[in-house]
């Protein structure tokens, strides 16, 4: 910990994510709060600044509900803002007196404030005031269930612009519409805890939200249309919503058209749901996306073309949505050439033939297509693409001689993979046997009984699985999860949403 004279609670942790308090964190430095609060405190504040009695009695009885009875607070920590901080709280001056603003519980430094067996909420914990970051971290394990609170939250509407729960087993039951009373609130994430029920549409009020994570709960019932920007009377109220991630639920319904409303979001992902319907083409207006994720859904109407507008694209991904159908553009990839790098369409029921319109995906890591119903031959100028790292095409039914040359294959190696494509072939005449590609016969094997060669069993599909296994509630399939062939094509360029 710094000094008492410099900018608190450098040290907190934020959970492994900057963005989650780095804006209360900038703003803890005394100056720049005097700015913002027309504070009479000077710049360099000293430790012997005085904090309310009120508010240092709220801290403690707020800390020791969580941390458990046996922790003395003013014993341990007689001057919590000045010469003996503690840690997972900072602190800003206000009119010359000390307020609480960031508190962050759970076992992420030695030192870090963890709760007890029996933790529980305190109605202290909204006397803090001035609190602007409050989050909780691995803190109510399955054996103590407890609810988010539904009271309260109003005394912390014109302050709080961070929540978070992380990794609370035990956190249970619905998502309070109280927390549509956090008229400041930037960030509200909720993940993996177990929460159950609907998203409230109450959660549409936040209008200065940035950030809407609540994935890897229970929660049920459609997606509020309200979260969405589709009211003319309210057209700017989230146009700083940036992420919208509810993903690992069991919604249902379709996707909202509001969403489309969202002008300046950058990332959703809705997958692993049990989302319907067809893909609403109102997502057009979501210019700015960089990330679409709604795999593992029951999604219908085929790939729409006004995906291919969307410039900024970094990565598409619709896997598993077995009954999405439809047919791959013919053209029209050029606009996604600069920035698109995973693309991601296995199993969702693709018909006709791959087109070598997709070679102008020049920025292209990640190419999946498998486990559909492609036909035709496989265009050679998928080998050329500059940056393709790995390319999945087993599973389908195209047929021809590959003519990929024995660097590419060897290049590739287990990230290539074109097996249960019974039509399909390859010239060893172009490609020694060493550097074949597994699970694909010899072009004069398909008029001839097939015959083991050495390190293969001729035409059977390798023991490797192809680009991504990961399932829903609605596929019943093992948990989402990428393979490391994935991992080696996009090399970190997989954005991750939290």
Known sequence: MRPAGGCRGSGLLVLGLALSVSAALL??????????????????????????????????????????????????????????????????????LWYPTVMSIGPVLDNSLQCAPDAKFSPQLFDLRRLRTLSFYSCFPASNPTAIPTAGWEKLSGTLETLEFRTNLGLTGGIPASLGRLASLQSLVLVENNLT??????????????????????????????????????????????????????????????????????????????????????????????????????????????????????????????????????SGWETLAANLATLDLSNVGLVGAIPASMAALTGLRFLALDHNRLTGAVPPQLAQLPSIGALYLNGNN?????????????????????????????????????????????????????????????????????????????????????LQGMAAAILGSMPLLL
């Open 27 to 96: 703003r803890g430095c005394a100056g720049q709060q005097a700015e913002e609060d027309g504070s009479d405190a000077p710049a360099a504040a000293t430790a012997t600044a005085p904090m309310e009695e009120k508010e240092r009695r709220a801290l403690y009885a707020a800390i020791e509900s969580f941390v458990g009875k046996g922790w003395n607070g003013s014993g341990l920590y007689p001057d919590p803002c000045g010469w003996s901080p503690i840690q997972g709280v900072s602190c800003d001056l206000f009119n010359g």
């Open 398 to 482: 195209l047929t021809g001689a590959l003519q990929f040359s024995a660097g590419f294959y060897q290049r590739m190696g287990r990230r290539f993979a074109s097996w249960d494509n019974p039509g399909l072939c390859y010239s060893i005449a172009a490609v020694d046997a060493a550097h074949a590609p597994s699970g694909v016969v010899v072009c004069k094997d398909l008029q001839e009984p097939s015959v083991a060669r050495d390190g293969e069993e001729g035409g059977r599909k390798p023991e490797a699985s192809s680009s991504v296994v990961a399932s829903s509630s609605s596929s019943g399939r093992s948990a989402a999860r990428v």
């Open 197 to 330: 029920g609907p998203v409230p549409a109450e959660l549409g009020a936040l209008s200065r939200l940035r950030r809407l994570v609540l994935s890897g709960n229970g929660l049920s019932g459609p997606i509020p249309a309200i979260l969405g920007n589709n009211d003319h009377r309210r057209r700017h109220a989230h146009d700083e919503l940036l992420i919208v991630d509810l993903s690992r639920n069991s919604l249902t319904g379709s996707l909202p058209s509001s969403l489309g409303g969202l002008t300046g979001l950058l990332k959703m992902d809705l997958s692993n749901n049990l989302l319907q319907g067809s893909i609403p083409p109102e997502l057009a207006g979501l210019k700015s996306l960089t990330l679409l994720d709604l795999r593992n859904n029951s999604l219908t109407g085929g790939l729409p073309q006004f995906v291919q507008g969307m410039a900024s694209l970094q990565d598409l991904l619709l896997s598993n949505n077995p009954q999405l159908g439809g047919a791959l553009p013919q």
